[in-house]
T-cell receptor, first 115, second 113 residues
């Protein structure tokens, strides 16, 4: 079974631009979460989607947004990029249903560099 | 990797020895805990999980122990191998908070051949 796939692997953008990152979850997984990883802050939760609905959101500004499609694929968007947005963005999928927990399985991330 | 330059606790062990990585979690309402392994250039890889109604769970070469009284989690790796060298993260999930894992800062495990 293929793992979580994230594209692109690397991105270089300029301050003020916007960026869209893509994630394909493991087949059969309907929950998709996004995380930001930086050396200073570690892994921080951005948001979680299930059945095209955002169920949970972390403490990030509104410049960070996401969506999920009917095939469970997800995208996240960052508008008006700032230097501090440079990070590894990780997508994770899980079998979690309406309630309860199951392990999150992560992709290898998209490394975003803002110059 | 993402942890270059970050001062992480480091555990150095000899190949073949057992390793124990410790983690303190923060929230009494957390009911689900996971250990992840992250190698350079890769995303976190699931190792083992445990729910709050258990205090021990075993996998292949790994054991997770949960002590809810002191909010402590540990990961034991038996017969540590060079391929186990990585950064290890514990993560907790607060009951009802879907998809939101709170990650620890990580421990770097270095295995000497």
């Amino acid at each position: 079974k293929a793992g979580v796939t994230q594209t692109p692997r690397y991105l270089i953008k300029t301050r003020g631009q916007q960026v869209t990152l893509s994630c394909s979850p493991i087949s059969g997984h309907r929950s998709v979460s996004w995380y930001q990883q930086t050396p200073g802050q570690g892994l921080q939760f951005l948001f979680e989607y299930f059945s095209e609905t955002q169920r949970n959101k972390g403490n990030f500004p509104g410049r960070f947004s996401g969506r999920q499609f009917s095939n469970s694929r997800s995208e996240m968007n960052v508008s008006t990029l700032e230097l501090g947005d440079s990070a590894l963005y990780l997508c994770a999928s899980s079998l979690a249903g309406p309630v309860g927990n199951s392990p999150l399985h992560f992709g290898n991330g998209t490394r975003l560099t803002v110059t | 990797g993402e942890n270059v330059g970050l001062h992480l606790p480091t555990l150095s062990v000899q190949e073949g020895d057992n390793s124990i990585i410790n983690c303190a979690y923060s929230n009494s309402a957390s009911d689900y805990f996971i250990w992840y392994k992250q190698e350079s250039g890769k995303g976190p890889q699931f190792i083992i999980d445990i729910r709050s109604n258990m205090d021990k769970r075993q996998g292949q070469r790994v054991t997770v122990l949960l002590n809810k009284t002191v909010k402590h989690l540990s990961l034991q790796i038996a017969a540590t191998q060079p391929g186990d060298s990585a950064v290890y993260f514990c993560a907790e999930n607060i009951r009802g908070s879907q998809g939101n894992l709170i990650f620890g800062k990580g421990t770097k495990l270095s295995v000497k051949p």
